[in-house]
């Protein structure tokens, strides 16, 4: 089936670093999504992205996050600087339209130490 | 506050057998209704989902039911094997525009035993 590809799988970056996730959605997608699950806790929404803009963003979308999808390549999600609290695994997400589908990669886990 | 909430983190079946998983919602608006299966290491993937215009619906041996007044929402699964060992996570949203911003439960961690 469809795949989002999450690249890379593991992060360790030390706090204060910048950080940048990537993420290679199903093509022909149109709507993308970042979720971040920390451990032992559910998944949250971050954020949504349509047609080069953000949609919506939910609390845990603080001003150091910030995403983009510069044409049509990965769309990305950045964090700048990073915090301890910060470390999750955070996963990327597509859809062809809105309340259809929603395609999830595996997360990438990022430590930040 | 938790706007969905499955009420058990885990569960053990036997395996043919059937099983019930809850999940329970607060936010009146929401009209998309889901469960995810997650092996461990994997994305989530969807099983099974229904929009608030239905209250059932059925897919091989997974049945959701869906209970708008008590805000509650199920997924049945029967005949159960081995290869539903698995976390369950029940999601909820509302479109906006267009896109799908889920809210997801805790997720229930199924294991069936042979």
């Known amino acids: 089936g469809p795949k989002v590809l999450q690249i890379p799988s593991h992060q360790i970056i030390d706090m204060g670093q910048m950080v940048t996730l990537n993420c290679d959605p199903v093509s022909n997608h149109l709507y993308f999504y970042w979720y971040k699950q920390i451990l032992g806790q559910q998944m949250e929404f971050l954020v949504n992205?349509?047609?080069?803009?953000?949609?919506?963003k939910s609390k845990l979308f603080k001003d150091q996050f910030s995403v983009e999808r510069p044409d049509g390549s990965y769309f990305t999600l950045k964090i700048q600087p990073t915090a301890l609290e910060d470390s999750a695994v955070y996963f990327c997400?597509?859809?062809?339209?809105?309340?259809?589908?929603?395609?999830f990669g595996k997360g990438t886990r990022l430590t930040v130490v | 506050g938790q706007q969905v909430k499955q009420s058990s983190p885990s569960l053990t079946v036997q395996e043919g057998g059937i099983l019930i998983l809850n999940c329970d919602y607060e936010?009146?608006?929401?009209?998309?209704f889901a469960w995810y299966k997650k092996y461990p290491d994997n994305s989530p993937t969807l099983l099974i989902s229904v929009r608030s215009n239905v209250d059932k619906r059925e897919d091989g041996r997974f049945t959701v039911f869906l209970n708008k007044s008590g805000k509650h929402f199920s997924l049945h699964i029967t005949a159960s094997q081995p290869e539903d060992t698995a976390v369950y996570l029940c999601a909820a949203g509302e479109g906006q525009g267009g896109s799908a911003k889920l809210i997801f439960g805790e997720g229930t961690k199924l294991t069936v035993s042979s």
């Open positions: 997400a597509s859809s062809s339209e809105g309340r259809t589908e929603v395609f």
């Open positions: 936010n009146d608006m929401f009209d998309y």
């Open positions: 992205f349509y047609n080069g803009k953000v949609m919506e």
